[in-house]
């Protein structure tokens, strides 16, 4: 069974920077594509960016020019830099990973999520 673990949230001063990891693991599977998605109170989860197997990037607006999205393939691990925060970005962020399994099925895998607060 694979699984996503995430670290790296935190309290940030305004336009400070953190760096979110997520690391997958088990056995028999590739990972055909990341995402990096995000869900503030009463609001619903929506995407921040995403990475294809090309090494393709996309963002959402409101974080061009502030985050930036990575993989270590050898690691199968996906990273957020996250850099000028803004309170608008304070979330719970949740990483997403596109796998095939050693069963050759596509599945849809989900961290657990970790928070980041800008602190105002």
């Known amino acids: 069974q694979v699984q996503l673990v995430e670290s790296g949230g935190g309290l940030v001063q305004p336009g400070g920077s953190l760096r979110l990891s997520c690391a997958a693991s088990g056995i028999g599977f590739s990972i055909n594509g990341w995402g990096w998605y995000r869900q503030a109170p009463w609001n619903k989860r929506e995407v921040v960016a995403n990475i294809g197997s090309g090494g393709s990037t996309n963002y959402r607006n409101s974080v061009k020019g502030r985050f930036t999205i990575s993989r270590d393939s050898a690691r199968n691990t996906v990273y957020l830099q996250m850099n000028n925060l803004e309170p608008e970005d304070t979330a719970v962020y949740y990483c997403?990973?596109?796998?095939?399994?050693?069963?050759?099925?596509?599945?849809?895998?989900w961290g657990q999520g970790t928070q980041v607060t800008e602190n105002t």
């Open positions: 997403n990973a596109i796998i095939v399994d050693e069963a050759h099925r596509l599945k849809n895998i």
